[in-house]
């Protein structure tokens, strides 16, 4: 009879405990899988380890790309980094004297017609300077007028000064006439004729006197009619003395004295005249002056006010001309000025700029050592950022004949001279102070040796190639580079038409660049800045198109590298 045997699952939370068989019975069949296992594994890892080195070397060679040097023809070009200008263009400046304060500004970016108001500046100060000088010009005006009158009244006065002084010349002039040929004449007259009839009475009574002595002597007559005929005679005498003595007195001393008084009445009555018709002229002059001064005064006054009036006409300043509203901030990166409404401006302070847009140039700024392949005439290409897909054409019109050194604070060694590019097409949507990339045609190379510019590696100032059609056979060759462009360099020395060259080479390869010698100079300055020169500023906007991937090689498709891969590593 047999017994059944059932077995129940185990319980929650108990963990079975396998059955233990001895060790000598298990580990014959347990060891030989584990081994095979792991030989079988390792065997597996180094297959796929070297399958994988192989394919990836075979990628990393079928990704050098291989050039063969040839003859070419390509423009030689100078890209430069610029901005958009207006080939014309209206400053709008503040004309009010001082500073003012802006209480209105039109937005920039505004389309304006001439006349259009553009901006308001505060006019508070410039209204009262003239009121002020209105109210002098009306007082400067009163005092011209009393000046004029008083002008007039002293003219008359002059003139019945001037009469009255010539009129007492005329009566001394008649006086001293009058005197020499009247009362001088008839003095002297009556002086003679008064000693005449003394000297005839003198006679008569000499007479008389004698004939009375000679009765009185004959006792004719008495003593007593004697002696009065005596005293007659002595009386006759006496007056004819007196007679003489008068002409003599008259002679000698009046009239001397009276032609003296009369001549000097005429002297002081033509003195007198001609201090009259100076002081007349003194007071004319005083006035005329006086009236010159206030009519000046008035005049002062008056462009005064004109000037505050336009001063006042000024704080509302229209558009000279049409155009595209832009804000003047300066040119100073550093240093821009803010036109915003409450902003301070000064007299002859640029506040707008009205660009005319009909003709828009480009301003670079071309360094000093490659001005010698700049001049006036040469085309260019022009890009716009923001306009993707247009291109424009145009030419270099103006190249500044100094330095620019607004930037000399930053780089005093920085010599960059300011050009202009006119572009030949107009278009609205180009607007100043855009960034724009331009593309100086500076020369043009045809049917020349060249090479891709990203061919070529820098060692110790020396260019170099690799020639050869992959890694395993490829050498490295000096070459003497000539002009350049962004994707292509001219060789003067150091290849041969049909050579091939690698575009891209490994770390490993680059390692088998020769050393300079040791004897050998170093690369001066200049032989650097022609190296730099020779290739092109940029890289090549695009690979050629028969380039890779490198996956080994440099960071970008068809094993091309940036600058500084190709520069030596010094």
């Known amino acids: 009879m047999s017994t059944a045997t059932t077995t129940q699952p185990p319980a929650a939370g108990h963990v079975m405990t ?49 050039f063969t040097v040839t003859k070419r023809s390509f423009p030689v070009i100078l890209p430069e980094k610029g901005e958009l200008k207006a080939g014309k263009s ?69 003139a019945s000064e001037i009469r009255k002084a010539e009129l007492a010349l005329d009566n001394a002039r008649t006086d001293l006439k009058k005197y020499l040929e009247g009362d001088w004449v008839q003095a002297k007259l009556a002086a003679d004729l008064e000693v005449e009839r003394a000297e005839k009475v003198l006679e008569r009574a000499q007479s008389d006197y004698d004939d009375s002595m000679k009765l009185y002597e004959k006792k004719f007559i008495p003593r007593g009619e004697m002696l009065t005929d005596e005293f007659d005679l002595y009386q006759a005498q006496v007056e004819l003395e007196k007679a003489k003595l008068a002409l003599r007195i008259l002679e000698t001393y009046t009239h001397p004295k009276d032609l003296r008084q009369k001549e000097s009445d005429v002297s002081e009555a033509e003195k007198e005249l001609e201090r009259v018709t100076k002081n007349a002229a003194a007071k004319k002059s005083k006035q005329v002056a006086e009236v010159e001064a206030k009519k000046a005064e008035l005049d002062f006054t008056r462009q005064q006010l004109t000037k505050y009036k336009d001063q006042q006409a000024k704080t509302e300043i229209k558009a000279p001309a049409a155009g595209l509203v832009v804000y003047d901030v300066g040119e100073n990166r550093w240093d821009r000025r803010q036109i915003t409404e409450g902003s301070e401006v000064f007299e002859r302070q640029t506040i707008i700029k009205l660009p005319d847009t009909t003709t828009m140039v480009v301003k670079v700024r071309i360094h000093e050592a490659k001005t010698d392949k700049i001049k006036v005439g040469q085309p260019a290409r022009v890009t716009v950022e923001g306009l993707p897909g247009r291109q ?42 855009v960034t724009a990339q331009a593309e100086i045609i500076a020369d043009e190379v045809v049917n020349s040796l060249a090479i891709p510019t990203q061919s070529v590696f820098m060692k110790g100032g020396h260019a170099y190639v690799f020639r050869g059609t992959s890694e395993a056979n490829a050498e490295p060759v000096e070459v003497k580079l000539g002009l350049s462009s962004t994707e292509f360099v001219t060789v003067q020395s150091g290849l041969d038409e049909d050579d091939r060259i690698l575009l891209a080479a490994s770390d490993d390869l680059k390692r088998r660049l020769p050393e300079p010698p040791t004897n050998e100079n170093p690369a001066s300055e200049d032989d650097r800045e022609a190296s730099a020169e020779a290739r092109p500023a940029a890289p090549p906007a695009r690979p050629p198109a028969r380039t890779g991937g490198n996956p080994g090689g440099g960071g970008r498709q068809g094993g091309g590298r940036s600058r500084s891969d190709r520069r030596p590593s010094s």
């Open 18 to 66: 396998p059955h233990r068989q001895p060790a000598a019975a298990i580990r014959p069949r347990s060891r030989a899988p584990l081994i095979a296992a792991a030989l079988a594994c390792v065997l597996l890892v180094s297959v796929a380890w070297l399958g994988f080195g192989w394919i990836r070397q075979q990628r990393h060679d079928d990704a050098i790309s291989v």
């Open 392 to 433: 424009y054409t145009g030419k270099i019109t103006k190249i500044a004949v100094l330095a620019d050194s607004s930037n000399q604070w930053l780089n005093p060694d920085l010599k960059e001279y300011e050009t202009e590019i006119t572009l030949d097409q107009s278009d609205p949507d180009l607007k100043p102070g």
């Open 90 to 158: 209206v400053d709008v400046k503040s004309e009010v004297e001082g500073r003012s304060t802006i209480i209105w500004l039109i937005p920039e970016g505004t389309e304006v017609k001439q006349g259009d108001l553009l901006v308001k500046l505060a006019s508070n100060e410039i209204e009262e300077k003239v009121r002020n000088h209105e109210i002098k010009e009306a007082n400067a005006t009163a005092a011209l007028e009393a000046a004029q009158k008083e002008y007039e009244i002293l003219l008359d006065e002059n």
